[in-house]
């Protein structure tokens, strides 16, 4: 677990919640996916040009953080206090606090991506090495 990151250890330690009031988006993406997108965008030559590689269906924090939560068997009730990850990150705090509302519409309509996880508990589950939902 030395290489994890401190929000996921907390998570584990039961400590886990969502970050600032919950309500921001949060645009997510199963490493599967991530992968199967560049490696489509290298061996499918209509790709070209930015692309959204995130899952079809975002999320609010607070929806993550109850996901997490689930797939780790853990609560999901403490959250993170925006100006605690403002004293933490400083100006890198904005990373977590705003909100992202973004869809991988080329991906989707332009080039008939399929998802494997387009669902973030099956994701969570996956990684975790849980049975899916």
């Known amino acids: 677990m030395a290489n994890y990151p401190i929000y996921f250890k907390l998570w584990v330690l039961g400590l886990g919640g969502p970050v600032g009031d919950g309500r921001q988006w949060l645009p997510w993406i199963h490493i599967d996916d991530l992968v199967g997108v560049f490696l489509a965008a290298v061996l499918d030559s209509r790709y070209h040009g930015p692309i959204n590689a995130v899952a079809p269906n975002p999320v609010r924090y607070h929806a993550f953080a109850a996901a997490l939560g689930q797939a780790l068997h853990r609560p999901a009730f403490l959250p993170v206090p925006a100006w605690v990850l403002k004293l ?3 100006e890198a705090a904005a990373l ?13 309509q332009e080039y008939d991506f399929k998802f494997q996880y387009a669902d973030l508990p099956a994701a969570l589950a996956d990684l975790v090495g849980q049975d899916k939902p």
């Open 96 to 108: 977590a606090l705003n909100s992202y509302h973004v869809v991988p519409a080329r991906l989707l």
């Open 88 to 90: 933490v990150l400083g």
